[in-house]
């Protein structure tokens, strides 16, 4: 089953992320002339520079850090719509403006890995980590049903492999906007009877939080356990 994507080109226009504020540094000077007047900082008053959200966003697509890329790349699709400012070149043209090749590259592939499904940094951190590994790309928020109706959505699905991966934070079961008045014991107990409706269907399912997110070796082990391969060496 294919995983729900949205594409960046030149169709589309850039999305916002957050501004920052900083002393000037030594940013990479783009060649053309075209992208250097998107990336300038500007002087806000007080003795610093402020980076206009289209420089904030290259500078971290560009960056060797995929899983960071990736995040950033998911926020722009995800809010591409409603964040776009008319004044912005697409994404797509930055692309083409990109003198560096090894930046190129980078942009070219966070933009391509975009997924507006994705939920959160950590599930955007979490994929780029499988994707770098050569694991196969997963379904995001996938939804699943029993006999007795629908069971809930899964963060990570391969439908060929039986397998569901979910990561865990600490938001679900504490924060009010998503437990829905609920105590942590009722999300707890709620999530427990999800999860064996889910195994009683066939479903397996691994596990995670944000501390394997932040030591890769874990993550890794834990979804190599659950089966997953590389996609050149499961073919």
Known sequence: ???SRSHLGKQRRPASVAASTHRRHHHPQPGPAGLKAHLETRPDG???????????????LTAPDFPAALATADALAKHSDTLALETWPT?????????????KRRLERALDAARASSESVAESMSRALMLEWGFPEP???QDHFDERGFIGRSDFCWPELKLIGEFDGTAKYLDASMTQ??????????????ENRLRAAGW?????????????ERL???????????AAAAA
């Open 1 to 3: 089953m294919a995983s």
């Open 46 to 60: 007080n003795g610093f520079r402020v980076a206009a959200h289209t420089l904030c966003a290259w500078e971290v």
């Open 139 to 141: 379904v995001l928020q």
């Open 181 to 194: 008045g609920a105590s942590a014991r009722d999300v707890i107990r709620s999530e427990k009877d999800r």
């Open 220 to 230: 890794r082990a834990a979804l190599w356990s659950a089966g997953l391969r590389p």
């Open 91 to 103: 994404l797509g043209a930055l692309i083409d403006m990109t003198p560096y090749p090894v930046r």
């Open 204 to 216: 397996r399912i691994v596990r995670w939080q944000w501390s394997d997110v932040m030591h890769p």
